[in-house]
């Protein structure tokens, strides 16, 4: 291998040389072209493209040594030496002031077939596998933290193929561009080069190399980063390219697991690294389309991976703050866009509750001081969020929960007390309020179960006991009984069908379950005002106790209809209902049903829920209730707890 004294930088010498078949000459023009004044004049690079193009590519790839004394004729070892330095060449183009010229993308065009198949073939041998990937014996460095073996060539090599096929593709055009991607196996080597990673292993031996210590090989590189490229030839990602990289990772499991490792070893110091995170998150958003990775990504805690990449790049942008970081404020809207189509491409709301508890709710109140610095499509993007997305799960009372849990913790950060002041003030004031209004009812729930003592679930029996102490049934948690005769009884008497069904894999946890029955009749009976009117106005001559009440969990604010009973409990005959009507209760006449529509990731569940009495005449019999300054609901002791708990948030005081 020649040194750094051995090359000739003359340009005449190189380019003739370099065109008679002299190595030595070649690895000067190689090193050496892009520096001289119009390069182009003297067509140096199409010496480059005669040698790939003309030389034949090894079949083996063990057959591909690295030539330390390169002879003047080439041999099977001198030809993948002088492939190696024309690679090299050609990566010389992302090193020029200015793109090479319209003219010059003919002569690339005929030359590309060789640089594809030289760079493949290095790829395989020398980044892939091969023998000189176990058994080189180049030193660079007596460190014990270099592993001299392989990451001299792994790493050169890597950052070489890249080099020399993005300085061709990045001032390319569109057809030049199509006629890459379009190579059989482009994507194959280039997903392969991006998942080797070991470009910073290279800086120390830079710095020896600088020296001009004549015992150190003094390989160019231009550090082109395979992230960069992968993401910009992928920009219109499509269903191919997701299946190329399936298959080149290793299948769904093993790919999802690359996400997380490589979201993991995001660390938001160098441009590159924060560009890398942007292209990962957008890869993400596109996967969760393929099914067979979709289940990958939620089981594997990708979404927890994200929120925790949103949550160091909120914690970087604090830090910084009042300076502005544009790269990091660029990271918000695609981790925010990622994790809510994780959420609605993934089933069940299994992946709301990941995402709040690795930091979601952190992350949106560490980066709110950003937001005013964001375009409108952007910010919208992060708001919609919690305004639309996640606001609409709290339905459920494990995601309930969760979120009142992180806001607990959340309220005691300095950061928290400053959002009144920042852009996002308005969309998380009112995720707070419809937090604090979800959770006073559980509350209340809880208030009035202590109070007064709930019945006896037994049809013949209805036994109360003031103290309370009734057990309920461990499976559905639904039902209370005095006595295991009691529970026997209502076992025998259809309880045992209802209790299968309601704890079946396909439904809700009974906590979920029993919240939402809880729900239902009071989003119905403080909405009497508008749902009377909305009566009068599409069904007037219809009897009230005639009509459905839908109730839309999955739009912000809750949306409300109505439909004839008749129709409605036809169309949803697949819908779980709440409860089972049975035994004595189906001589009650006067029912109301509430169909209750909630999202579920994918899709939405329906769920028809009986309200025994009715809710038409639910405060006949009441003082005159206290209607919002809308006019179109009532004010309930559920709103009152609400303000206190909303209060309690923020450290307001009465």
Same mark, same amino acid.
């Not at 590519?57 to 057959?63: A, F, G, I, S």
């Not at 390169?70 to 990566?91: H, L």
């Not at 005691?412 to 003030?425: I, Q």
């Given at each position: 291998?020649?040194t750094?004294?051995?090359?000739?930088?003359?340009r005449?010498?190189?380019?003739?040389?370099a065109?008679? #078949?002299?190595?030595?000459?070649?690895?000067?023009?190689?090193?050496?072209?892009?520096?001289y004044?119009?390069p182009?004049e003297?067509?140096?690079?199409?010496?480059?493209?005669?040698? =790939?193009?003309?030389?034949?590519v090894p079949?083996?790839?063990n057959?591909?040594?690295?030539d330390?004394?390169?002879?003047?004729?080439p041999?099977?070892?001198?030809?993948?030496?002088?492939?190696?330095?024309?690679?090299?060449?050609?990566g010389?183009?992302?090193?020029?002031d200015?793109?090479y010229?319209?003219?010059?993308?003919?002569?690339?065009?005929?030359?590309?077939? #060789?640089?594809?198949k030289?760079?493949?073939?290095?790829?395989?041998?020398?980044?892939?596998g091969?023998t000189?990937?176990?058994?080189?014996?180049?030193?660079?460095?007596d460190?014990p933290q270099f592993d001299?073996?392989?990451?001299l060539?792994?790493a050169?090599?890597?950052?070489?193929?890249?080099?020399?096929w993005?300085?061709?593709?990045?001032?390319?055009?569109?057809?030049?561009k199509?006629?890459?991607?379009?190579?059989?196996?482009?994507?194959?080597?280039?997903?392969?080069?991006w998942l080797h990673?070991?470009?910073?292993?290279?800086?120390?031996?830079?710095?020896?190399a600088?020296?001009g210590?004549?015992?150190?090989?003094?390989?160019p590189c231009s550090?082109?980063?395979?992230?960069?490229?992968?993401?910009?030839?992928?920009?219109?990602?499509?269903?191919?390219?997701?299946?190329t990289?399936?298959?080149?990772?290793?299948?769904?499991?093993?790919?999802?697991?690359?996400?997380?490792?490589? =979201?993991?070893?995001?660390?938001?110091i160098?441009?590159?690294?924060?560009?890398?995170?942007?292209?990962?998150?957008?890869?993400?958003?596109?996967?969760? =389309?393929?099914?067979?990775?979709?289940?990958a990504?939620l089981n594997?805690?990708?979404?927890?991976?994200c929120?925790?990449?949103?949550?160091r790049?909120?914690?970087?942008?604090?830090?910084?703050?009042?300076?502005?970081?544009?790269?990091?404020?660029?990271?918000?809207?695609?981790?925010?866009?990622?994790?809510? $189509?994780? +959420?609605?491409?993934?089933e069940?709301?299994?992946s709301?509750?990941?995402?709040?508890?690795?930091?979601?709710l952190?992350?949106?109140?560490?980066?709110?001081p950003?937001f005013y610095?964001?375009?409108?499509?952007?910010?919208?993007? +992060?708001?919609?969020?919690?305004?639309?997305?996640?606001?609409?799960?709290l339905?459920?009372?494990?995601?309930?929960?969760?979120?009142d849990?992180?806001? $607990?913790n959340l309220k005691?950060?300095?950061?928290f007390?400053s959002?009144?002041?920042?852009?996002?003030w308005?969309?998380?004031?009112?995720?707070?309020?419809?937090?604090?209004?979800?959770k006073?009812?559980?509350?209340?729930r809880?208030?009035?179960?202590k109070?007064?003592?709930?019945p006896?679930?037994n049809?013949?029996?209805h036994?109360?006991?003031?103290?309370?102490n009734?057990?309920r049934?461990?499976?559905?948690?639904s039902?209370?009984?005095c006595?295991?005769e009691?529970?026997?009884?209502?076992?025998k008497?259809?309880?045992k069908?209802?209790?299968?069904?309601r704890?079946?894999?396909?439904?809700l946890?009974?906590?979920?379950?029993?919240?939402?029955?809880q729900?239902?009749?009071?989003?119905?009976?403080?909405?009497?005002?508008?749902?009377?009117a909305?009566?009068?106005?599409?069904?007037?001559?219809?009897?009230?106790?005639?009509?459905?009440?839908?109730?839309?969990?999955s739009?912000?604010?809750?949306?409300f209809s109505?439909?004839?009973q008749?129709?409605?409990?036809?169309?949803?005959?697949?819908?779980?209902?709440?409860?089972?009507?049975?035994?004595?209760e189906?001589e009650?006449?006067?029912?109301?049903p509430?169909?209750? +529509?909630?999202?579920?990731?994918?899709?939405?569940?329906?769920?028809l829920?009986?309200?025994?009495? #009715?809710i038409?005449?639910?405060?006949d $019999?009441?003082?005159?209730?206290?209607?919002d300054?809308? #006019?179109k609901?009532?004010?309930?002791?559920?709103d009152m707890l609400?303000?206190a708990?909303?209060?309690?948030?923020?450290?307001?005081?009465?």
């Amino acid at each position: 291998m020649p040194t750094r004294q051995s090359i000739s930088i003359d340009r005449n010498r190189a380019i003739e040389g370099a065109r008679n #078949g002299s190595p030595f000459e070649l690895v000067a023009l190689a090193r050496n072209w892009t520096t001289y004044s119009d390069p182009f004049e003297d067509d140096i690079p199409s010496i480059f493209f005669q040698y =790939l193009n003309s030389l034949e590519v090894p079949v083996d790839v063990n057959m591909d040594p690295l030539d330390t004394e390169p002879s003047e004729q080439p041999s099977v070892a001198s030809a993948t030496f002088i492939a190696y330095w024309c690679i090299s060449g050609i990566g010389g183009f992302t090193s020029l002031d200015e793109p090479y010229p319209d003219y010059y993308e003919p002569k690339i065009v005929s030359a590309w077939p #060789g640089i594809f198949k030289w760079g493949a073939f290095f790829f395989a041998s020398r980044v892939q596998g091969g023998t000189l990937c176990q058994e080189t014996s180049i030193h660079v460095d007596d460190s014990p933290q270099f592993d001299r073996s392989t990451f001299l060539v792994r790493a050169v090599t890597r950052d070489l193929v890249v080099g020399a096929w993005w300085g061709i593709m990045l001032p390319a055009s569109p057809t030049l561009k199509n006629t890459m991607i379009e190579t059989s196996g482009f994507f194959e080597v280039l997903v392969g080069l991006w998942l080797h990673k070991d470009s910073y292993k290279l800086e120390k031996w830079e710095i020896e190399a600088n020296k001009g210590d004549d015992d150190v090989i003094f390989v160019p590189c231009s550090y082109p980063m395979s992230t960069e490229f992968l993401a910009y030839s992928a920009r219109d990602v499509d269903m191919n390219f997701v299946e190329t990289l399936i298959s080149v990772v290793g299948g769904p499991e093993r790919t999802v697991l690359m996400f997380e490792e490589k =979201l993991a070893g995001v660390d938001l110091i160098s441009q590159h690294s924060r560009r890398e995170g942007a292209f990962l998150l957008r890869l993400i958003v596109v996967f969760l =389309l393929k099914p067979q990775i979709r289940e990958a990504i939620l089981n594997h805690g990708v979404g927890a991976a994200c929120t925790k990449l949103l949550v160091r790049v909120a914690a970087c942008i604090q830090e910084s703050y009042p300076e502005r970081c544009p790269n990091l404020e660029g990271l918000l809207p695609s981790g925010f866009l990622c994790v809510a $189509q994780l +959420i609605k491409k993934t089933e069940g709301f299994s992946s709301v509750i990941q995402v709040i508890n690795a930091g979601l709710l952190s992350a949106f109140v560490e980066a709110s001081p950003v937001f005013y610095n964001l375009e409108y499509d952007k910010y919208k993007v +992060i708001s919609e969020l919690f305004s639309d997305t996640i606001s609409s799960y709290l339905c459920f009372r494990s995601v309930l929960l969760t979120v009142d849990t992180m806001l $607990q913790n959340l309220k005691r950060t300095e950061r928290f007390h400053s959002l009144p002041k920042s852009r996002g003030w308005k969309v998380f004031s009112d995720f707070t309020k419809l937090t604090a209004e979800r959770k006073a009812l559980i509350t209340i729930r809880n208030q009035s179960f202590k109070k007064s003592a709930a019945p006896c679930s037994n049809i013949q029996c209805h036994k109360r006991n003031a103290l309370n102490n009734f057990r309920r049934c461990a499976n559905c948690l639904s039902a209370f009984y005095c006595s295991k005769e009691c529970q026997l009884a209502h076992w025998k008497h259809g309880h045992k069908i209802y209790c299968k069904e309601r704890t079946a894999d396909d439904l809700l946890p009974c906590r979920d379950q029993e919240y939402i029955e809880q729900l239902n009749p009071r989003e119905a009976t403080i909405h009497l005002p508008y749902l009377k009117a909305l009566a009068a106005k599409q069904h007037p001559d219809a009897p009230l106790e005639d009509l459905m009440v839908v109730i839309d969990y999955s739009q912000i604010p809750v949306n409300f209809s109505l439909v004839w009973q008749s129709e409605g409990i036809k169309a949803n005959s697949e819908a779980l209902i709440w409860p089972k009507l049975q035994g004595a209760e189906l001589e009650i006449k006067i029912r109301t049903p509430i169909l209750a +529509i909630c999202p579920y990731g994918r899709e939405v569940k329906n769920y028809l829920q009986y309200i025994t009495g #009715g809710i038409w005449s639910a405060y006949d $019999q009441q003082p005159k209730q206290t209607l919002d300054p809308s #006019g179109k609901r009532y004010i309930d002791g559920v709103d009152m707890l609400a303000r206190a708990k909303w209060r309690e948030y923020w450290g307001i005081s009465e």
